[in-house]
T-cell receptor, first 111, second 114 residues
Framework: GESVGLHLPTLSVQEGDNSIINCAYS??????FIWYKQESGKGPQFIID?????DKRQGQRVTVLLNKTVKHLSLQIAATQPGDSAVYFC??????????FGAGTTVTVRA | EPEVTQTPSHQVTQMGQEVILRCVPI?????FYWYRQILGQKVEFLVS????????KSEIFDDQFSVERPDGSNFTLKIRSTKLEDSAMYFC????????????FGDGTRLSIL
């Protein structure tokens, strides 16, 4: 079956440093990936997406890298700020309509 | 920026009672979804809906669950006879197209079954 998971459940980072959040997926048929941020009491908030015909995509302070060979996805956050403290989920979409979510990484930014 | 809105934010219901969770998707979106998140766990897909019918559903979405788009703006999830294990956050989402498109989520309804 398909599964999407993150390597580490928690990440503590110093304010101003760069953060890297990792995700491994097992469904080689997945062709679309999304990173979401979830703050306490809120729903998942779209950050950035990437299609399988790309290996890198950049947004504002965020970069997503996709390595299809090893089925690995990462989210890089530049100059991490206190407002970046949240749970981050990767999600993948294959031939169907649903998104399959990973377990999430809790990012805590230290002042 | 347009957003998905959900009501109520918190619903407390006795076991065995029916509950209806409501959502207003983003107005130009055509695909609608329900997901749930049990406390401390990952977000799980329940159902997708397009053109007034279910396009896909998970094993969780059994006969006790139903969805409806009663008018041009609302999208509802009904649980017919709630069980203790239905306690979770329920998220509604919508997207412009069904695949390879970001799904935008509401802030959820916390459902507590007593």
């Amino acid at each position: 079956g398909e599964s999407v998971g993150l390597h580490l459940p928690t990440l503590s980072v110093q304010e101003g440093d760069n953060s890297i959040i990792n995700c491994a997926y097992s469904n080689s048929a997945s062709d679309y990936f999304i990173w979401y941020k979830q703050e306490s009491g809120k729903g998942p908030q779209f950050i950035i997406d990437i299609r399988s015909n790309m290996d890198k995509r950049q947004g504002q302070r965020v970069t997503v890298l996709l390595n299809k060979t090893v089925k690995h996805l990462s989210l890089q956050i530049a100059a991490t700020q206190p407002g970046d403290s949240a749970v981050y989920f990767c999600a993948e979409n294959g031939y169907d309509y649903k998104l399959s979510f990973g377990a999430g990484t809790t990012v805590t930014v230290r002042a | 920026e347009p957003e998905v809105t959900q009501t109520p934010s918190h619903q407390v219901t006795q076991m065995g009672q029916e509950v209806i969770l409501r959502c207003v998707p983003i107005s130009n979106h055509l695909y609608f979804y329900w997901y749930r998140q049990i406390l401390g766990q990952k977000v799980e897909f329940l159902v997708s809906f397009y053109n007034n019918e279910i396009s896909e559903k998970s094993e969780i979405f059994d006969d006790q669950f139903s969805v409806e788009r009663p008018d041009g703006s609302n999208f509802t999830l009904k649980i017919r006879s709630t069980k203790l294990e239905d306690s979770a956050m329920y998220f509604c989402a919508s997207s412009v197209q069904g695949r390879n498109q970001p799904q935008h989520f509401g802030d959820g309804t916390r459902l507590s079954i007593l």
